[in-house]
């Protein structure tokens, strides 16, 4: 007697025809995460050209911020941590919308890609703004003189924030947009598989219950 064949046990053309090998899957994310660092290129000039400058004083002796309060440096901070959360919904919304249904490959992309990107946002601004040496930049403004100080990123968990947001809005538009219906409930059923679930001819059946079906009493006799 044949098993019956469930639903999920049907092969499908589709998943034939669109599955992807574990090395096409890797690729993908890899081109991902490559898209996504890319976009670290803008954030870090974005950064360079929004943050406050600080402003230093130097004694002869030692520098000093010459606003002691350090509100600017904090400014820094909190402005790179903006940008990288708006890159990161920027990131997920283009990976959703090109790869909806991309799998973990894409989603690992994700989070590297947006990972990398922050680091080399950071490192960016960072060397295209004002020298980091402090001395170096002290002599050159003289004792007594305010100067614009390198520009730092004295909070390095706001590298954390971009991945954080990708990560967070890829679920939410893949909870709120992505396909809920399997995809074998969407294809027609071979023909076969509904004869495969029929009981073979001449096989026993079950009794029926109508109402002249007549049942043997407990410990009577059999007819």
Same mark, same amino acid.
């Given at each position: 007697m044949t098993t019956p064949l469930s639903p999920n046990d049907v092969p499908h053309e589709h998943d034939r *025809?669109? /599955?992807e090998s574990p090395a096409q899957q890797v690729r993908q994310g890899l081109l991902v995460a490559a898209a996504v660092a890319v976009l670290g290129v803008a954030v870090g000039l974005l950064w360079l050209w929004?943050?406050?400058r600080v402003p230093m004083i130097s004694d002869g002796k030692a520098v000093y911020l010459?606003?002691?309060e350090g509100e600017e440096s904090i400014a820094?901070? /909190?402005?790179?941590a903006l940008l990288g959360a708006g890159? /990161?919904? =920027?990131?997920a919304l283009a990976v959703f919308w090109r790869l909806r249904r991309g799998g973990i490959a894409a989603v690992l992309g994700l989070a590297a890609g947006s990972l990398v990107g922050s680091v080399l946002a950071w490192q960016l601004g960072v060397? =295209?703004?004002?020298? *980091?040496? =402090?001395?170096?930049?002290?002599?050159?403004?003289g004792e007594g003189k305010v100067f614009e100080g390198p520009l730092v990123l004295r909070a390095e968990a706001a590298l954390l924030v971009w991945p954080s947001v990708a990560m967070l809005a890829h679920l939410g538009l893949t909870a709120a947009f992505g396909p809920e219906d399997p995809e074998w409930a969407l *294809?027609?059923?071979p023909e076969d598989w509904t004869h495969r679930n029929q009981p073979p001819s001449g096989g026993p059946h079950p009794p029926s219950a109508g109402p002249h079906a007549s049942w043997p009493a407990p410990g009577g006799p059999r007819h």
């Open positions: *025809q669109h /599955g929004l943050a406050p010459a606003n002691s820094a901070d /909190g402005t790179f890159a /990161g919904v =920027l990131a060397w =295209l703004g004002p020298d *980091q040496d =402090l001395v170096a930049l002290a002599r050159a403004a *294809q027609p059923m």
